[in-house]
């Protein structure tokens, strides 16, 4: 039932994003471009999804668990240090180049475009560097 559950979840995400227009690395771009070509749709979008997200908490928080899960797994760590500042400035400057999030080009790959596989591998690939990076430090420190 939790995998069910998981395929219509992404199917509702992949499904507002692709009306939403946020499938089009332009959209986000020209959100971007407040000189230019300025396009507010993608704040309309987040927008929505904050009243939903708000609502939707206020909801799954008078539960006792979660539906499809023994407990709710809600991150206990408040530290904004580095690793969280260079992370999220990461991401916003990938996302500021590329026009896409990842949750974003994971349904723009059904377009077929050769720039959305090439972001997700770069974002693969991403990972898989961080944690080559995370491993060699943690090597020298225990030495």
């Given at each position: 039932?939790?995998?069910?559950?998981?395929?219509?979840?992404?199917?509702?995400?992949?499904?507002?994003?692709?009306?939403s227009?946020?499938?089009?690395?332009?959209?986000?771009?020209?959100?971007f471009?407040?000189?230019?070509?300025?396009?507010?749709?993608?704040?309309?979008?987040?927008?929505?999804?904050?009243?939903?997200?708000?609502?939707?908490?206020?909801?799954?928080?008078?539960?006792?668990?979660?539906?499809?899960?023994?407990?709710?797994?809600?991150?206990?760590?408040?530290?904004?240090?580095?690793?969280?500042?260079?992370?999220?400035?990461?991401?916003?400057?990938?996302?500021?180049?590329?026009?896409?999030?990842?949750?974003?080009?994971?349904?723009?790959l059904?377009?077929?475009?050769?720039?959305?596989?090439?972001?997700?591998?770069?974002?693969?690939?991403?990972?898989?560097?961080?944690?080559?990076?995370?491993?060699?430090?943690?090597?020298?420190?225990?030495?």
């Amino acid at each position: 039932m939790k995998l069910i559950f998981a395929l219509v979840t992404g199917l509702v995400f992949g499904t507002g994003i692709a009306i939403s227009g946020m499938m089009d690395p332009a959209k986000v771009l020209n959100f971007f471009d407040l000189a230019g070509t300025w396009d507010p749709s993608l704040a309309f979008v987040m927008g929505g999804a904050l009243v939903v997200t708000f609502f939707g908490y206020r909801l799954a928080w008078k539960r006792d668990a979660p539906l499809f899960g023994g407990r709710f797994q809600v991150p206990t760590g408040t530290d904004i240090d580095m690793k969280l500042v260079g992370g999220s400035a990461l991401f916003g400057i990938g996302w500021g180049i590329a026009g896409f999030c990842p949750g974003a080009a994971i349904p723009a790959l059904g377009t077929g475009r050769w720039e959305v596989a090439l972001f997700l591998v770069a974002v693969v690939a991403g990972f898989y560097v961080r944690r080559l990076v995370s491993s060699v430090s943690s090597a020298k420190a225990a030495q």
